[in-house]
DNA sequence: GGATTGACATCCC
DNA sequence: CGGGATGCCAATC
């Protein structure tokens, strides 16, 4: 299945550990400057079957877009554990953290 | 093939 | 980067 999804599942295999991308800019790498809801709905349909590193993916504020708790404090517990540092309890320093892949992708 | 989905982005107050 | 409304687009159902 050659598409948009896979090429986000790409540049989401692509992020280094310590770093993060914003949804919006998964989608516009991946050909949809507007797509960023279509990265969150393939992180709901294929994280699990493709076990993407779904916890290095944060809204462009640089926060977890989990509403669930529990599941949010997953999330920031495996980014404290690859080197990321949280400012609040909620948020982190996206000008330090954001990845910027220039090559990654053909 | 149409309706639903979705952890966002962005504009506007 | 406070909070509500609106727009977006493609995979999935």
Redesign the pocket.
Known sequence: MN???ERVIEIILQIPAGKVM???QIAAYAG?P?????V????????EKHQLP??R?I???GE????DEESFFI?KMSLESEGIQFKDNKSINLQKYLFHPSNIIK
């Not at 969150?40 to 994280?47: A, F």
């Not at 977890?64 to 509403?67: P, R």
């Open positions: 598409s948009f999804t914003t949804y919006g949809s507007r797509g960023a809801r279509q969150v709905r393939i992180l709901h349909s294929m994280s779904w916890h993916v809204n462009a504020k977890i877009g989990f509403q999330q």
